[in-house]
């Protein structure tokens, strides 16, 4: 249902606005109504439903850059002005959440619009930041591979109404990508070997690996193109301004081998994978290359105005002529940045600034030639992951050759690396924008830190000593988790993050329960204190093992010197209990119930982790009765939370089944089902990628970390106070991770009869461990 204005209407609505905003309105003959409020629109018909319809928007003339919305509400009418149709969007959002009418996340969306709307007059609300920034490269692996146009329509509504315009869109660019090696003369067998598999390509996209998990199925790209050209022009209707791909420099290994004379560098094999090959940008090559993929990008997709290229992704520089220091130096956060696994090379200083240089205005340069009016984009991850090597002066040389207003830099790991912008003395007047990654791998501990968000984001805005800074964004490797975070971050850009902490809690609660009370404030008040206060999930690696609890790692009987968890766990099990104690109240509201069950899994997994080292403590010193007692809790906890996790949207048995639906044939079916189990298990290489992007989900808790440890206990108890050979046990178990994905096994999502009950049950048990 839409809503077509009279031109009676619409003249008094322009008037009305003008007197709200200050500004001069979009007046536009009878029934006409502007394209960007009409996507807006859209959108609130999407997300709110028919009662949104009578919502009146109009675009507004901007004010100095800072976008902004203003609401007016009474009588039951309601007119939103904004700068832009995101700016309409959030300002929809922003006034029927606030009254307790809609909450969107991806759990779900709880819309009650009452019969008659409040009244209400905001003034005009300004985001600090000229743009809000979305997505990370890696998403496109870890959430969004089986993706359909439905799944994305809702996410671009989501971006909409949390005042995103600048999301990352990296969709379909394999389509370009296979053209332009067409052309350089790749035949079909040597692109077959080239591309990744579907779960993997953003890491071959952007160089740290090449053929794995291959082919790609054909009907993947071209399904991808399709899907490219919907979500641009959906973006673009609301006046996102999308940041696409561009050439960074890394070609094909077949290609490398056709062009012998060609300054072509062998990078580093990244985390045990095989080695992959970078172009130097001095090679002619190089610009002909760029330019030819801008050139086929914008004939398929339309110009754009940002574009990516992240050429030295946990990957080094070439600085020496050999380029022996990129290819002999381990290093990045995928051995958790520590220095035991890096190799010192030598570089002159001299020549690296110059180098660095060099390559920095190169990249520039070959998107100029296609783009004369395009900026260049880069994901500023590596100044922190490798810092050993981007310090200060190495930065200001990389960037240094290239114009202030054509390269932007995304500091994207302020969460994890929360000086680098510092350091980098705000990147010596290029834009760039500050954000957080905050989930790793769509790896779902609970945790963030509600409160340091606050902070930090209003210390930023404040700051004079920011330079360009041109906006905020989120950069989540994967998504479906913890919305909370992101729900708050989003409300902070917008300056609509409430007077403190505990406000906005009891506000979302409003929207997203439909009503809240004392004993609710203070129960999500506990739950922040035990979740929500942790800025980085520190334990996500732990002796270079990937895995969020010690039980989604590789199993190790040294776990008995792991530190322990962030958080506090006492306030965690408060929080539990008291929100569980609540539950009667609200156990109608879908979403209250999600929230209570993910809080739950937390506070079972850490007890997990408990019993574990109990477990292995007592075997190794041949107790054998000791340690059966912990493993038995071990299981009837794994078992307990596996079936409780079936209230989740998103299982392992849904995972498989969308990888399964993406295929046309049997053969493309299989592949995918491959690559998405092994994804959030084994990962790939022979480095520390297993477990990296492991989650906790139904299905991975009873059918492969439980027999996963199962195995490794059993070995560790018929040992007993004997040798152990760890690295026999281990390589056993990595055969048995492969069998587990190979295995055509059928998984089914199985919702819990009662969740509630199923919580308080898991109460007990975690009361009798």
């Given at each position: 249902m ?56 109009a ?35 922003a ?5 307790g009418a ?135 209707g ?57 050139a ?7 110009a ?40 010192k ?26 783009r ?46 929360p ?33 340091y ?165 007592a ?62 298990t084994?990962?790939?290489?022979e ?78 048990r975690?009361?009798?461990?």
């Amino acid at each position: 249902m839409s809503f077509t204005p009279s031109r009676r209407q619409t003249l008094k609505q322009a008037l009305a606005l003008m007197a709200v905003s200050g500004a001069p309105s979009m007046v536009l003959a009878a029934g006409k109504e502007p394209a960007g409020a009409a996507a807006a629109r859209a959108v609130l018909t999407r997300r709110f439903g028919p009662k949104a319809a009578g919502i009146q928007l109009a675009l507004t003339a901007g004010k100095g850059g800072k976008p902004g919305y203003a609401v007016k509400a009474a009588g039951g009418k309601v007119t939103i002005s904004g700068d832009t149709p995101v700016a309409l969007a959030r300002g929809a959002y922003a006034y029927l959440k606030d009254n307790g009418a809609a909450s969107v996340s991806w759990e779900g969306d709880r819309v009650a619009l009452p019969a008659r709307l409040p009244d209400a007059d905001t003034g005009r609300v300004e985001s600090p930041f000229s743009h809000r920034a979305y997505l990370n490269t890696c998403t496109y692996g870890y959430t969004t591979p089986w993706w359909g146009w439905d799944r994305w329509t809702r996410e671009i509504d989501w971006m909409a109404v949390h005042g995103v315009d600048m999301p990352l869109a990296m969709e379909g660019q394999e389509y370009v990508w296979r053209a332009l090696w067409r052309e350089f003369g790749l035949s079909e067998a040597e692109l077959a070997d080239y591309f990744s598999g579907a779960a993997f390509t953003p890491w071959h996209r952007m160089g740290n690996i090449e053929g794995y998990a291959a082919p790609l199925p054909t009907a993947w790209i071209d399904k991808k193109k399709d899907l490219q050209v919907k979500i641009l022009s959906r973006m673009r209707g609301l006046g996102m301004t999308p940041i696409l791909p561009a050439f960074g420099g890394y070609v094909p290994k077949a290609f490398a081998a056709k062009h012998p004379q060609a300054r072509i560098y062998r990078m580093r094999p990244w985390e045990g994978f095989h080695e992959t090959y970078w172009l130097d940008p001095a090679d002619p090559l190089f610009a002909r290359i760029a330019g030819r993929f801008l050139a086929l990008y914008t004939e398929t997709y339309g110009a754009g105005t940002y574009y990516l290229a992240d050429s030295f992704n946990e990957m080094l520089p070439p600085i020496n002529a050999d380029g022996a220091d990129a290819r002999d130096a381990a290093y990045g956060d995928g051995t958790a940045n520590t220095s035991a696994t890096k190799t010192k090379v030598e570089v002159d200083p001299a020549l690296k600034a110059r180098r660095l240089a060099a390559y920095g205005k190169a990249i520039y340069d070959s998107i100029r030639q296609s783009r004369p009016d395009a900026v260049w984009v880069m994901q500023g991850w590596l100044f922190g992951a490798d810092s050993h090597f981007w310090d200060p002066a190495a930065i200001g040389a990389y960037l240094s050759l290239v114009p202030d207003e054509k390269l932007m830099i995304l500091d994207i790991g302020n969460d994890r690396y929360p000086d680098v912008w510092k350091n980098a003395k705000a990147f010596g007047g290029k834009p760039w924008i500050y954000g957080y990654v905050h989930n790793y791998g769509g790896s779902n501990p609970v945790y963030g830190d509600l409160d340091y968000y606050r902070r930090d984001i209003a210390a930023v805005a404040a700051s004079g000593e920011t330079g360009k800074l041109s906006g905020f964004g989120m950069f989540p490797e994967g998504l479906h988790n913890n919305s909370i975070v992101y729900e708050a971050v989003y409300d902070l850009a917008w300056n609509d993050g409430g007077a403190s902490t505990g406000a906005w809690l009891s506000s979302r609660s409003k929207a997203r329960y439909g009503k809240t009370s004392p004993q609710l404030d203070a129960a999500m008040g506990l739950l922040v204190q035990g979740a929500y206060s942790t800025r980085y999930w520190s334990s996500r690696w732990w002796k270079s093992k990937a895995g969020a609890y010690l039980f989604f790692k590789r199993p190790t009987a040294t776990i008995g010197e792991f530190p322990g968890h962030p958080g506090d766990r006492a306030k965690l099990d408060a929080a539990v209990r008291a929100l569980s104690g609540l539950a009667p109240g609200y156990a109608k509201e879908k979403l209250f119930v999600l929230d209570l069950v993910d809080a739950a899994r937390q506070l079972a997994s850490l007890e997990i982790d408990v019993q574990l080292q109990a477990a292995v403590a007592a075997y190794r010193k041949g107790d054998a009765a000791a340690g059966d007692a912990a493993r038995g809790k071990v299981q009837d906890l794994a078992l307990a939370v596996d079936a409780l996790l079936g209230v989740q949207p998103e299982t392992l048995a849904t995972w498989i089944d969308d990888a399964r639906a993406y295929g046309d044939t049997p053969a493309d079916k299989a592949t995918y089902v491959s690559n998405a189990k092994a994804q959030v298990t084994v990962w790939g290489g022979e480095g520390n990628l297993n477990d990296y992007a492991s989650k906790a989900w139904q299905g991975l808790y009873a059918d492969f970390y439980l027999p996963r440890w199962s195995r490794f206990l059993d070995a560790l108890k018929a040992a007993g106070t004997g040798p152990f050979d760890e690295a026999a046990v281990v390589k056993d178990g990595i055969v048995w991770e492969k069998a587990w994905v190979a295995a055509d096994v059928a998984y089914r999502r199985t919702p819990p009869a009662d969740p509630v009950a199923g919580v308080r049950a898991l109460i007990a048990r975690i009361d009798r461990a």
